[in-house]
């Protein structure tokens, strides 16, 4: 049974670096690739970014600075490094999977940038 | 990058009727290999995104046959028939054809 799980703080202090942890099963990180999307409160869905099966990324032009995205394939999990955090990167963060097509994501994790 | 405009930000209908959302694409989604990059997915609240149709048409496994996805190009619908009260839900597209991938602003379907 394929599932992502999103973990991290909920809480994050402006300027400050935003470290979330997807931990996937019911497949391989060696044969799809995972991605990270965000939603602001009540906006839409921004994707920000992927790692592929063979351990390439490729980030959204607009987060490139800011944004690192790695993975451990022994632990099947996949990370999202993102600094100098602003208010407007609260929002909830998803991780999912892709094939064809964004086939399977986790609950989200929502995250707050505040002091 | 390719922007994704869905025009209606709200369609009220009543359960029953049929319904389409459209998602207009700024180049064609249309890749060498004959398929086009666009998929469509459902957001309902406490429930996890669900993937309704990738490659414009075809329907992920155990969507129901009610859901169709049609188009080419730049200009894509999804439609709904005998809408169902679980229906009513935020519908977005994605293009995948180029990254930045994008996604629509979203069209909420609400109860007339």
């Known amino acids: 049974q394929v599932q992502l799980k999103e973990s991290g703080p909920g809480l994050v202090q402006p300027s400050q670096t935003l470290s979330l942890t997807c931990t996937v099963s019911g497949f391989s990180l060696t044969s799809y690739n995972v991605h990270w999307v965000r939603q602001p409160p009540g906006k839409g869905l921004e994707w920000m970014g992927r790692?592929?099966?063979?351990?390439?990324?490729s980030y959204n032009s607009a987060l490139k600075s800011r944004l690192s995205i790695s993975r451990d394939t022994s632990k099947n999990q996949v990370f999202l490094k993102m600094n100098s955090l602003q208010t407007d990167d609260t929002g909830t963060y998803y991780c999912t999977r892709s094939g064809s097509l964004f086939d399977y994501w986790g609950q989200g994790v929502m995250v707050t940038v505040s002091s | 990058q390719i922007t994704l405009t869905q025009q209606a930000e709200s369609l009220w209908i009543s359960p029953g009727e049929r319904v389409s959302i459209t998602c207009r694409a700024s180049?064609?989604?249309?890749?060498?290999?004959?398929?086009?990059?666009l998929s469509w997915y459902q957001q309902r609240p406490g429930q996890t995104t669900k993937a309704l149709i990738y490659?414009?048409?075809v329907r992920t496994d155990g969507v129901p046959t009610r859901f169709i996805g049609s188009g080419s190009g730049t200009e894509f619908t999804l439609s709904i028939e005998h809408v169902q009260p679980e229906d009513f839900a935020i519908y977005y597209c994605?293009?995948?054809?180029?990254?930045?991938?994008?996604f629509g602003s979203g069209t909420k379907l609400e109860i007339k």
């Open positions: 180049q064609s989604l249309l890749y060498t290999d004959g398929k086009h990059y």
């Open positions: 790692m592929r099966y063979n351990g390439d990324t």
């Open positions: 994605l293009q995948t054809l180029k990254s930045p991938f994008t």
């Open positions: 490659h414009a048409s």
